[in-house]
């Protein structure tokens, strides 16, 4: 591919003209659409934005309905549950709506020791996460990048009781591919970085000063990842910065370029909401608010857009739109969350968080709730461990082979959980959710996990397949 089409692979004027277009289609367009859609083979361009000006309440709710059908198709009752681990808040960027930004004077700096960094560590698998995202601002202390792979052996490498953290994803600052390629080779599962909004002039707007505020180093960020070799990789927006409706389009053409070019388009899409943040204004009064409504239809939509691409919520939602949003497509959740540097172990500096969280619950009352709700909690990291990624795992995904794997490591590792961890209301909970999931599989694939289940309950860990 030419080097030209890495620029310009966000084409404003293609987002405005489908945009303009759809303003005027009628119910039977949109139906049209939805029926496609409900094929579960993604949308094209034109027809997202069709679908982000449905404002009808009656197609809104049958756009809710496709959503809904197409991630129980492919996803199940799944919900895959992590942790994030900040290991440190300073940086050199000046981002208006982050509470990290370098000029806020009102946040305690610091980045966590390695010795700090185990004891957080223990804390999460003591809690039962297997999943932990590692986050650090943009300015390392003195061993620059090699600060996140000390970082990355140090979480590996805790065994406490009977877990361990067994995938690991970075969202940290874009690398030069050689840095890219040692991330690989500490073994990390997914590159997560988020382009905060894809209109330029927004973009310059919100980032002040730093390396940040170069947008074609950020947009390139994934195509040097995945030249390095990393093909998991996770894509996302801030939403509240600029028009949701151009943003979910610009991420079309992000997961479309990626497609193109390595054949395999983003692994997840985030959808943070800006919230509160010490010494930020913006987080507090966001330039383009995102309704509950607006943020459960692009949810919706991006669903029927890619739907073999992960959709992560944060910590950020508060419970009630997280399970509403569950049903419409998100397949991955944080849960039990701290966004400062050492607050799994230490929860009183709460003056170093990131932003403010929408969610403040343990893990365990996360998954009774999620559990209640009819989904099964998993924390299962076979795919990447079994070198099931990038095209191997649309591969395997793409046909809907991944319930005969995912259904059941789901539920091996959710039962791990019950036994290792829970609380005797979330066991209790958790195990007539099992019985109740297993009578809904198929019977080939409900034999398998049934095995797999007495594995684990006879004292197996990790058992997957
Ligand atoms: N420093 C790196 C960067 O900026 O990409 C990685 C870590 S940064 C803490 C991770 C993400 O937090 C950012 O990409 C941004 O989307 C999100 N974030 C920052 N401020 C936020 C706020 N007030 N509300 C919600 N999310 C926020
Ligand atoms: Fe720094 Fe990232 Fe926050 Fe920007 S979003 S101020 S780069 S931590």
């Given at each position: 591919m030419a080097e030209a089409s890495l620029e310009n692979f966000i084409d404003e004027a293609e987002i405005e003209q489908a945009l303009s277009r759809a303003a005027g289609a009628g119910s039977g367009r949109v139906r049209e659409i939805l029926t496609r859609a409900a094929e579960a083979k993604g949308l094209s361009l034109p027809e997202v934005a069709v679908l982000a000006e449905v404002s009808d309440p009656e197609l809104l709710g049958e756009l809710f309905r496709t959503a809904r059908e197409v991630k129980e198709r492919i996803y199940g009752r799944r919900l895959v549950l992590f942790a994030p681990l900040y290991i440190s808040n300073l940086c050199?960027?000046?981002?208006?709506?982050?509470?990290?930004?370098?000029?806020?004077?009102?946040v305690q700096r610091r980045s966590l020791t390695q010795d700090l960094i185990r004891r957080e560590v223990e804390i999460l698998v003591d809690q039962g996460q297997k999943r932990v995202l590692l986050v650090a601002g943009e300015s390392y202390p003195r061993e620059g990048f090699d600060y996140v792979l000390r970082s990355i052996e140090t979480v590996y490498a805790v065994k406490k009781g009977r877990g361990e953290i067994r995938r690991l994803n970075v969202n940290v600052a874009p690398l030069e591919i050689e840095e890219f390629r040692r991330l690989k080779q500490a073994g990390i599962g997914t590159y997560q970085l988020f382009?905060?909004?894809?209109?330029r002039p927004t973009y310059l707007a919100v980032h002040?000063?730093?390396?940040?505020?170069d947008f074609d180093w950020r947009l390139g960020a994934m195509d040097r990842a995945m030249q390095a070799g990393i093909d998991d990789v996770g894509i996302g927006v801030l939403f509240g910065l600029f028009d949701w409706r151009f943003e979910i389009l610009a991420l079309m053409q992000h997961a479309r370029h990626l497609e193109r070019r390595f054949g395999v388009g983003p692994h997840t899409i985030s959808v943070p909401r800006l919230e509160p943040a010490v010494g930020s204004d913006m987080a507090s009064h966001p330039p383009k608010p995102v309704s509950d409504v607006e943020f459960r239809k692009l949810v919706a939509i991006l669903r029927l857009a890619v739907p073999y691409t992960g959709i992560i919520l944060s910590t950020r939602e508060s419970a009630k739109m997280r399970s509403e949003t569950f049903a419409l497509g998100v397949s991955q959740i944080s849960a039990?969350?701290?966004?400062?540097?050492?607050g799994y172990s230490?929860?009183?500096?709460?003056?170093?968080?990131q932003f403010s969280l929408g969610d403040h619950r343990p893990l365990d009352e996360v998954i009774r709730d999620v559990a209640g709700l009819g989904y099964i909690p998993s924390f299962c990291t076979a795919c990447y461990r079994l070198g099931r990624t990038g095209q191997d795992f649309m591969d395997l995904a793409k046909p809907g082979a991944i319930k005969a794997h995912c259904d059941p490591n789901a539920l091996s590792t959710f039962q791990e959980y019950l036994l290792d961890y829970a609380s005797p209301e979330t066991r209790r909970v958790g195990e007539l959710l099992i019985e109740r999931a297993l009578g809904d599989m198929a019977k080939p694939v409900a034999q398998a996990a049934q095995k797999m289940l007495e594995r684990v309950r006879a004292g197996e860990r990790d058992v997957y397949v």
């Amino acid at each position: 591919m030419a080097e030209a089409s890495l620029e310009n692979f966000i084409d404003e004027a293609e987002i405005e003209q489908a945009l303009s277009r759809a303003a005027g289609a009628g119910s039977g367009r949109v139906r049209e659409i939805l029926t496609r859609a409900a094929e579960a083979k993604g949308l094209s361009l034109p027809e997202v934005a069709v679908l982000a000006e449905v404002s009808d309440p009656e197609l809104l709710g049958e756009l809710f309905r496709t959503a809904r059908e197409v991630k129980e198709r492919i996803y199940g009752r799944r919900l895959v549950l992590f942790a994030p681990l900040y290991i440190s808040n300073l940086c050199a960027n000046e981002c208006l709506y982050c509470a990290f930004r370098a000029r806020n004077r009102k946040v305690q700096r610091r980045s966590l020791t390695q010795d700090l960094i185990r004891r957080e560590v223990e804390i999460l698998v003591d809690q039962g996460q297997k999943r932990v995202l590692l986050v650090a601002g943009e300015s390392y202390p003195r061993e620059g990048f090699d600060y996140v792979l000390r970082s990355i052996e140090t979480v590996y490498a805790v065994k406490k009781g009977r877990g361990e953290i067994r995938r690991l994803n970075v969202n940290v600052a874009p690398l030069e591919i050689e840095e890219f390629r040692r991330l690989k080779q500490a073994g990390i599962g997914t590159y997560q970085l988020f382009q905060e909004t894809y209109h330029r002039p927004t973009y310059l707007a919100v980032h002040l000063s730093g390396k940040k505020r170069d947008f074609d180093w950020r947009l390139g960020a994934m195509d040097r990842a995945m030249q390095a070799g990393i093909d998991d990789v996770g894509i996302g927006v801030l939403f509240g910065l600029f028009d949701w409706r151009f943003e979910i389009l610009a991420l079309m053409q992000h997961a479309r370029h990626l497609e193109r070019r390595f054949g395999v388009g983003p692994h997840t899409i985030s959808v943070p909401r800006l919230e509160p943040a010490v010494g930020s204004d913006m987080a507090s009064h966001p330039p383009k608010p995102v309704s509950d409504v607006e943020f459960r239809k692009l949810v919706a939509i991006l669903r029927l857009a890619v739907p073999y691409t992960g959709i992560i919520l944060s910590t950020r939602e508060s419970a009630k739109m997280r399970s509403e949003t569950f049903a419409l497509g998100v397949s991955q959740i944080s849960a039990g969350s701290r966004t400062n540097p050492g607050g799994y172990s230490e929860q009183e500096i709460e003056q170093a968080a990131q932003f403010s969280l929408g969610d403040h619950r343990p893990l365990d009352e996360v998954i009774r709730d999620v559990a209640g709700l009819g989904y099964i909690p998993s924390f299962c990291t076979a795919c990447y461990r079994l070198g099931r990624t990038g095209q191997d795992f649309m591969d395997l995904a793409k046909p809907g082979a991944i319930k005969a794997h995912c259904d059941p490591n789901a539920l091996s590792t959710f039962q791990e959980y019950l036994l290792d961890y829970a609380s005797p209301e979330t066991r209790r909970v958790g195990e007539l959710l099992i019985e109740r999931a297993l009578g809904d599989m198929a019977k080939p694939v409900a034999q398998a996990a049934q095995k797999m289940l007495e594995r684990v309950r006879a004292g197996e860990r990790d058992v997957y397949v």
